[in-house]
């Protein structure tokens, strides 16, 4: 039966679940505080350059290919995508860098070349991480995390060992060198936790980096946001941004309505999209379902400082992506979970879409986007960005061997503060809440409320966790609970 549906925010999961529930035949109205829609992948664009604010690597290409055929399309019909030959470089030091070439094959000839016999011991973790991918991406991760008994399989009861190891630990076992357990280690980053709190059957992360590839859309992950936004608007979902939702009202135990910039909208059911936490501040008190130190208990993905910066020529010696591991990642680790405080040598990411497509800077001139992961929470002023700022470039500098400084004709940053005052997010995360064990699955903040009718969640705090493919799956996820509960009515 047809009903209206408010949805709050207008991220990936947001724009996921306005498209599936439009497609099941509801009436779908999207509200969005910011003034476009795409949430923590909106688009800066200044002075001819052009910036993703947030994502940039597009893995796990199955994932949306999956998203769009659920709708008869193809992420052609919207969007081309590049897969990045290197998919990156990651930098130990000066003129010390290992590119990740974009098949596995020359990966395991990388690293038989630093490390003796390395090579096989990588494909038989790659054959591994490929098989984890199989269960989880294809199959686990798309239940709903409401029993503990989605997750237990054929396949998931053989690995049940991998849910009680660790990355650190197995990468550990098979590697020596570390600059190879440090780049084995790097991808379960996106899932928000330490590698020694990351259960390892989340290798599939790893057969996500070597076995899938990096990927880019040509003008950005924002042909993505552009791309979901269209296909909704084809269904017939209605967008409206700078519409800050300051209320749920619930009367009867249901969810009868929000208020919007001080307006009053009815609707039968109320989706959010928004940061969890955030939301259920704007329920009173008696119809939420976490407490505070429920939130603060748990394990969050790091916070970011962020730069974007436009140069006026173009930089040397980089590639598209580039990790800088030249300080110590075990210690960065510990600033961001263990002692949070800002870290003395920070390590550093930095992407240049300008190598890859010609439309994200004037000719001549290179688009960067810097980002140092940050504690959630942590204190946030213009004067320690600033001191950060000039931190990393000098390290650039002097690591890729050229100076950019007097080259910057466009900087704008963004930090914890920025999250919160934006995207309302707790505690300034950039990515949610991370995947550790205890935070996997049924033990995720549930996509259907437990006190209020005709209430849901979706995005990055719930199921499935952080990152894009898991934000779209999230959508779907909500709108199948969704679909059922009206089924039973
Ligand atoms: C810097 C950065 C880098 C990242 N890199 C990657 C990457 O390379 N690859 C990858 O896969 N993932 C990456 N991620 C993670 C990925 O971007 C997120 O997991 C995903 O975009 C989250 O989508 P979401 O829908 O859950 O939430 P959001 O995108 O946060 O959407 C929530 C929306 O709700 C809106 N909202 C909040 N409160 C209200 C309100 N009261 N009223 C109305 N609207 C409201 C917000 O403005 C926002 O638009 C990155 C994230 C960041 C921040």
């Given amino acids: 039966m047809k009903k209206k549906i408010t949805i709050i925010g207008s991220g990936f999961s947001a724009l996921s679940a306005a498209c599936y529930l439009a497609k099941s035949g509801h009436e779908v109205l999207v509200f969005e505080k910011n003034n476009a829609v795409g949430g923590r992948a909106r688009q800066l664009k200044k002075d001819g350059f052009t910036f993703d604010m947030g994502p940039s690597w597009y893995w796990m290409p199955d994932v949306f290919e999956r998203f769009f055929a659920d709708f008869g399309k193809k992420t052609t019909d919207y969007y081309e995508l590049i897969k990045l030959s290197p998919a990156y470089r990651v930098y130990f030091g000066v003129n010390d860098f290992i590119a990740i070439a974009d098949n596995p094959d020359e990966i395991v000839a990388t690293f038989e070349s630093i490390e003796k016999g390395s090579g096989k011991?990588?494909?038989?973790?790659?054959?591994?991480?490929?098989?984890?991918?199989?269960?989880?991406?294809?199959?686990?991760?798309?239940?709903?995390?409401?029993?503990?008994?989605?997750?237990?399989?054929?396949?998931?009861?053989?690995?049940?060992?991998?849910?009680?190891?660790?990355?650190?630990?197995?990468?550990?076992?098979?590697?020596?060198?570390?600059?190879?357990?440090?780049?084995?280690?790097?991808?379960?980053?996106?899932?928000?936790?330490?590698?020694?709190?990351?259960?390892?059957?989340?290798?599939?992360?790893?057969?996500?980096?070597?076995?899938?590839?990096?990927?880019?859309?040509?003008?950005?992950?924002?042909?993505?946001?552009?791309a979901m936004e269209s296909l909704a608007s084809e269904l017939g979902v209605q967008f409206f941004v700078n519409s800050n939702i300051e209320k749920i009202i619930v009367e009867n135990k249901t969810a009868k309505a929000i208020v919007v910039n001080g307006e009053k909208i009815e609707s039968d059911l109320v989706l959010s999209g928004a940061d969890y936490?955030?939301?259920?501040?704007?329920?009173?008190?008696?119809?939420?379902?976490?407490?505070?130190?429920?939130?603060?208990?748990?394990?969050?993905?790091?916070?970011?400082?962020?730069?974007?910066?436009?140069?006026?020529?173009?930089?040397?010696?980089?590639?598209?992506?580039?990790?800088?591991?030249?300080?110590?990642?075990?210690?960065?680790?510990?600033?961001?979970?263990?002692?949070?405080?800002w870290p003395a040598e920070p390590l550093f990411y930095a992407n240049f879409p300008s190598l890859t497509d010609k439309t994200a800077a004037p000719e001549g001139m290179e688009s960067g986007f810097f980002l140092v992961p940050l504690a959630p929470g942590i204190n946030d002023s213009e004067e320690l960005r600033e001191a950060y700022f000039d931190k990393i470039i000098q390290r650039f500098e002097a690591i890729t061997q050229q100076n950019i400084k007097e080259n910057i004709i466009f900087k704008q940053s963004f930090c914890k503060n920025d999250f919160v005052e934006q995207y309302n997010s707790y505690k300034g995360n950039a990515y949610g809440m991370a995947n550790t064990l205890l935070q996997t699955a049924f033990l995720r903040p549930k996509l259907k409320s437990k006190k209020v009718r005709n209430l849901y969640f979706t995005g990055q705090l719930t199921v499935p966790g952080p990152g894009v493919p898991p934000a779209l799956i999230s959508g779907k996820l909500v709108s199948d609970l969704i679909d059922k509960q009206f089924l039973k009515v």
């Fill in 121 to 226: 011991q990588l494909r038989e973790f790659i054959a591994e991480a490929k098989s984890n991918y199989d269960i989880a991406i294809k199959d686990l991760v798309y239940r709903p995390g409401v029993s503990p008994l989605e997750l237990v399989t054929v396949e998931t009861t053989k690995k049940i060992g991998q849910f009680f190891s660790n990355i650190s630990r197995d990468v550990r076992k098979k590697f020596k060198n570390e600059k190879l357990i440090q780049i084995l280690e790097f991808p379960v980053l996106f899932l928000g936790a330490k590698p020694s709190d990351t259960p390892s059957f989340y290798s599939f992360m790893n057969y996500a980096d070597f076995g899938l590839g990096t990927w880019h859309p040509k003008t950005g992950m924002f042909d993505v946001v552009r």
């Fill in 277 to 341: 936490h955030h939301t259920e501040t704007l329920l009173d008190q008696q119809y939420r379902m976490y407490s505070e130190q429920y939130w603060e208990s748990r394990v969050f993905a790091p916070s970011s400082l962020l730069f974007y910066v436009g140069f006026n020529k173009k930089i040397a010696n980089i590639s598209h992506h580039a990790l800088f591991f030249d300080t110590d990642f075990y210690q960065h680790a510990k600033d961001i979970y263990d002692e949070p405080q």
